[in-house]
């Protein structure tokens, strides 16, 4: 290791660093996010539904300023790629697009879908478990169809008809602005990154993927077997198309839980102090 060599590099990165540092925290402190306006803390009680409330929104609420956090990490280092490349120093450009703002980019999609769960779990807890017994299988998605279900006049656990209403309105929120384009793109990523491999951002990382044949292809080439390899010439994510719909996202969750923070089986129950 060349240690004079990473300290030359350090020096000469050193104002970027404090730039970035500089930009990440502008991009908090002016932040346009309804709940940076909370400050959600939790006290002792010995009330279970109250300590359920209590501490799964507390847990859920730093998440998403964690997940926020991610974002302007993300963000910040940006622009610096973008500045450097301006000056034609595309090797540092680089290091920046891809070992600082494509490692905090590329978390927030899925740190986006736990938060969801977490969501879906603190509901299911404060039914008592009812909505959804098996506490292994809960998460959003299943959550959703379950209150869809309920009927009217119908309370559950410590969840009133009001509370269940109003959850299934803020549910809404989640999908608002977010094309059946933008919803695939997700589904896509997700599965993958989650489950397959680590998907290139404007790089490629994976180029061989197995499908399945048509009929007028088979047909065509006169070819047997039902699949062929194929091989991708180009990203299968650009930072540019998922980014716009990253920031759908977070302002989606910020209404989300900047409502279930409002509602009446929260009120008197957390310690919430709001900007104004």
């Known amino acids: 290791m060349d240690y004079s060599l990473l300290d030359e590099h350090l020096e000469k990165m050193e104002p970027y660093f404090k730039k970035w540092i500089r930009e990440y925290n502008i991009m908090l402190l002016d932040s346009s996010l309804e709940s940076a306006k909370y400050e959600v803390s939790i006290d002792a009680t010995f009330n279970p539904k109250d300590a359920i409330c209590q501490q799964y929104m507390y847990s859920i609420y730093n998440a998403f300023r964690e997940l926020v956090r991610t974002y302007c990490y993300s963000t910040s280092a940006y622009s610096i790629e973008k500045e450097l490349r301006d000056k034609e120093e595309i090797?540092?450009?680089n290091y920046w697009k891809y070992e600082i703002k494509n490692y905090y980019f590329r978390s927030i999609i899925p740190r986006y879908f736990s938060i969801l769960d977490y969501i879906a779990v603190m509901i299911n807890e404060i039914s008592k478990q009812k909505l959804i017994p098996n506490i292994r299988i809960v998460d959003f998605?299943?959550?959703m169809d379950k209150l869809v279900s309920l009927k009217d006049m119908e309370s559950v656990g410590w969840l009133t008809e009001k509370d269940i209403k109003e959850i299934k309105e803020i549910f809404n929120d989640i999908q608002s602005s977010i094309t059946s384009e933008e919803r695939k793109i997700l589904r896509d990523y997700?599965?993958?990154?989650?489950?397959?491999y680590l998907i290139g951002i404007d790089e490629i990382t994976v180029s061989t993927h197995k499908r399945r044949?048509?009929?007028?292809?088979?047909?065509?080439?006169?070819?047997k077997g039902d699949y062929a390899y194929s091989f991708k010439g180009k990203p299968e994510i650009e930072f540019s198309k998922l980014n716009t719909i990253v920031e759908k996202l977070i302002n989606n969750l910020d209404l989300v839980i900047s409502k279930l923070l409002e509602l009446d089986i929260m009120k008197n129950v957390l310690v919430i102090r709001k900007d104004d």
């Open 91 to 93: 090797a540092w450009s």
């Open 141 to 143: 998605k299943k959550m």
């Open 190 to 196: 997700r599965n993958k990154e989650t489950h397959r």
């Open 213 to 223: 044949l048509t009929k007028k292809e088979k047909e065509l080439y006169k070819l």
